[in-house]
């Protein structure tokens, strides 16, 4: 699967801690999801974007690098900050 | 050669309804920084025209110069044809009101679902955030008595501080019939007025919890945590410019963002008077 972010009404940044407005909507991303909306301006493969969290958060510690980007990629596409290739 | 005509002119008194509609049923107000013209029609549009002009008292304009942006002016109708039911429509075109000048202001104001009072001298400004129906009429109500009252319900902020104030009737939900509110005025309840430049000073974030006894909890808001509380009580916030931005500087300004939770009204109104007047 392939993943994109949607252009945000604003991103904001605090104290290390990121919010996006998108589509009116307020959406709290941990540090993980910061880092994958950065990494998704233009389409890219799921697992790909699991490799390069690995290389720069390093291994999760009791799952995979694909589980935990998988499982954060989810709860993006539900709150309407990334989108998937049809 | 000048000629008179001597047909003679038909004149005839108006009957007591037409002379009520040579009296206005357009009532001019001037609300969180718009100027507004509501119609009254109806049967008795004169009934609700009168207890509007009461109720609406402290927004009522001379069509004047002063505290507005935009100079377009905002319409829209308030209907009436049966005077028993002019307590519900008081209530739904008070609701009209507010929904017509959000509209009219987004893009423009940073809105809170929130009730302020000011200091009557200096300006300084308390707003307090909270979703409906969780104490911010009953809060301006007592606040309103030492402070200038300048909204139970929408707080219109420029990007420099500045409060349009919108001094609406205090709308009080009758205990026998919970889903109807009484509009009363500001006025009537002897609130004082707002000031004439009134700006943010301090911003709360209410939480009204009646198992809480007589304690009152206060807690500093991180501006994190600070504008995801308040950011759910924002109307038309995605029209504004880098919205989150907006929001946040002003939470900085005025910070730090409190949350209080209490019981009763009248268990925070001297702490919060106190909080005002250090601000002050």
């Known amino acids: 699967m392939?993943?994109?972010r949607v252009p945000a009404d604003d991103l904001l940044v605090r104290d290390g801690e990121t919010a996006l407005l998108v589509d009116g909507m307020a959406v709290r991303l941990s540090e993980l999801s910061a880092a994958i909306y950065d990494l998704t301006e233009d389409m890219v493969e799921v697992e790909r974007l699991a490799r390069e969290l690995e290389a720069h958060f390093g291994a999760p510690e009791g799952s995979t690098s694909m589980d935990a980007t998988g499982h954060a990629v989810t709860e993006l596409l539900r709150h309407g900050v990334l989108r998937s290739d049809p | 050669m000048l000629t008179?005509?001597?047909m003679p002119i038909r004149t005839r008194t108006p009957s007591t309804r037409e002379t009520s509609n040579l009296v206005s049923h357009i009532l001019r107000l001037r609300a969180l920084g718009r100027r507004l013209e509501v119609r009254c029609i109806g049967d008795s549009a004169d009934v609700l025209a009168f207890a509007?002009?009461?109720s609406w008292s402290r927004c009522l304009s001379d069509g004047g110069?002063?505290?507005?942006?935009?100079?377009?002016?905002?319409h829209l109708d308030a209907h009436l044809d049966d005077s028993g039911?002019?307590?519900y429509q008081l209530m739904s075109t008070t609701q009209e009101i507010t929904r017509t000048l959000i509209a009219g202001q987004a893009g423009r104001l940073l809105m809170l679902h929130a009730g302020a009072v000011?200091?009557?001298?200096?300006?300084?400004?308390?707003?307090?955030?909270?979703?409906?129906?969780?104490?911010k009429t009953t809060l301006s109500r007592l606040l309103g008595q030492r402070f200038g009252y300048l909204t139970d319900e929408t707080v219109g902020i420029a990007d420099d501080g500045a409060i349009h104030p919108y001094p609406k009737p205090l709308s009080v939900r009758r205990p026998d019939a919970p889903h109807l509110k009484d509009e009363l005025s500001p006025d009537g309840l002897g609130l004082l007025p707002a000031p004439i430049a009134p700006q943010v000073a301090r911003i709360i974030v209410l939480d009204r919890d009646p198992e809480l006894g007589a304690s009152v909890e206060t807690e500093e808001l991180s501006v994190m945590d600070a504008l995801f509380a308040v950011v759910e009580e924002t109307s038309s916030l995605s029209w504004l410019d880098r919205p989150l931005h907006r929001l946040a500087d002003l939470l900085e300004a005025s910070g730090p963002v409190l949350r209080v939770r209490y019981a009763e009204a009248s268990e925070i109104e001297d702490y919060l008077s106190a909080l005002l007047a250090g601000r002050s």
């Open chain 2, 65 to 74: 110069g002063g505290d507005c942006g935009p100079s377009d002016t905002l």
């Open chain 2, 118 to 135: 000011s200091h009557p001298e200096t300006g300084a400004s308390l707003v307090y955030v909270a979703p409906g129906g969780t104490g």
């Open chain 2, 52 to 54: 509007m002009r009461a």
């Open chain 1, 2 to 4: 392939r993943v994109q």
């Open chain 2, 85 to 87: 039911r002019l307590a």
């Open chain 2, 4 to 6: 008179i005509s001597t």
